[in-house]
């Protein structure tokens, strides 16, 4: 009888500790953020590839940027939308009245009125 273990003869953690013997592991640099809050994050890129020139801090999540000196400045987050103001950013009010007056014609017409 199986103890219900998809993967036997395996734990978390089993890999060997040190890389393999046949192969190097690829190219890496350090690049350093910074943020406003005065956090800063290390961030390791292949080699060969450009940084962003900003990276969310892993802190306190506001964008960080290359320069120590000159960090940006806070992320503005925007305020919380009902389902009401997303449909009328998409919708005039002419657009609304005619879907209502096309909505209660279907309920009237159902009734029998």
Same mark, same amino acid.
């Given at each position: ?23 190097? *592991?690829?190219?890496? $640099?350090?690049?350093? =953020? ?9 961030? !390791?890129?292949? &080699? +060969? ?22 960090? *940006?400045?806070?992320? $503005?987050?925007?305020? =919380? ?9 998409? !919708?005039?009010? &002419? +657009? ?18």
């Amino acid at each position: 009888m199986s103890s219900g273990s998809a993967i036997r003869g395996s734990r978390i953690g089993s890999s060997p500790m040190r890389p393999d013997e046949r192969s190097e *592991p690829a190219p890496r $640099r350090e690049v350093t =953020y910074f943020c406003a809050a005065d956090h800063e994050l290390v961030v !390791r890129f292949a &080699a +060969d590839v450009e940084p962003p020139d900003t990276w969310d801090c892993t802190r306190c999540g506001q964008p960080a940027g290359l320069d120590r000196a000159n960090p *940006p400045g806070k992320s $503005r987050t925007e305020p =919380y939308k009902s389902h009401l103001a997303y449909v009328k950013e998409r !919708r005039s009010d &002419a +657009d609304g009245e005619a879907i209502l007056a096309e909505a209660l014609a279907k309920v009237r017409r159902r009734r029998g009125e």
